[in-house]
């Protein structure tokens, strides 16, 4: 209860603290009500405001163009109608992050089912300079998933197939739409641990996994997504199909160019398949 006291003396007396805030010791437990203590000088308040400027003045680029009907008639040509979504409530969905902290403004969602549909896609947006944000499970918590203004969305999780599995050497190959809880019952089944596992693994996609690296659960004990993944299939923001699909454990036939994407938030490109190594699991008898 000691250290307690002289925490609380420190906090209380320190001009280094915004001391507004109500708080409560207890047991040995600290309690905060209200705000939360934080570091507080002329410094940190300076910089607050003009985080907050910038963030206010934020404008859309004018040298993106918007879209029109010719637009939708070529994505409906490639996708079908079923690919193009306009439904006001679906749209809703897909321009609010989980936290509902971020929301944008699109008018069109893409739903493409090959890598050969998003190609086209991205080729088309490009040379209408139309701007573009990739989707998945739409589970992160930073707004990186869903638009600032009104950009084309790109869903990728109609492309949720389970290529090829190889129990010989325990190597998964999977589109960028599968869901993380599919692919883990998958190799539970098979006698199999997928590497990853997250709180979100009921509707985050492996795409957005591999794209933002994520840690979860199984991080210390099989490592990062940049040891997991051996090889994936990208797309460029100008259309331009990279396979670098390659199942090898050890390739030294030129750059590793995957490491490249993975954890990059899909800046400049998008994720499509991927190739992952699975750990194979050990029954107690």
């Known amino acids: 209860m000691e ?6 003396s420190l906090l209380k007396y320190s001009s280094n603290f915004d001391r507004r805030s109500n708080y409560s010791f207890t047991s040995g437990v600290r309690y905060f009500y209200g705000r939360s203590y934080i570091p507080f000088n002329k410094n940190y308040a300076v910089q607050l405001r003009y985080l907050a400027s910038v963030a206010s003045t934020t404008q859309r680029n004018p040298d993106f163009s918007q879209i029109n009907m010719d637009d939708i008639s070529y994505f409906k040509k490639i996708l079908g109608e079923r690919g193009v979504v306009q439904d006001e409530e679906k749209l809703d969905d897909a321009n609010t992050d989980w936290m509902r902290k971020y929301k944008g403004s699109s008018k069109l969602m893409l739903q493409p089912r090959t890598t050969e549909e998003v190609s086209q896609i991205l080729k088309y947006c490009n040379s ?10 739409n589970t992160g918590l930073v707004g990186g ?3 600032v203004f009104d950009e084309v969305i790109i869903n990728v999780g109609s492309m949720n197939n389970i290529l090829s599995f190889d129990k010989v050497s325990g190597i998964l190959v999977c589109e960028a739409g599968c869901i993380l809880e599919n692919l883990i019952s998958f190799l539970d089944n098979q006698g199999f641990i997928m590497p990853l596992d997250l709180g979100a693994k009921g509707s985050c996609q492996i795409g957005g996994n591999v794209s933002t690296n994520a840690g979860g659960l199984r991080l210390i004990r099989y490592g990062s997504l940049h040891g997991s993944v051996l090889g994936l299939e990208a797309v460029l923001a100008n259309g331009t199909v990279l396979d670098m699909l390659a199942s090898l454990r050890k390739d030294n036939t030129g750059y590793d160019l995957k490491h490249l994407f993975i954890g990059k938030l899909t800046l400049n490109s998008f994720l499509i398949g991927y190739c992952l190594k699975e750990q194979v699991q050990i029954l107690n008898e």
């Open 145 to 147: 998933s869903v638009p």
């Open 128 to 137: 209408r300079c139309l701007a573009v944000v990739p989707q998945g499970g």
């Open 3 to 8: 250290k307690w006291r002289v925490t609380y």
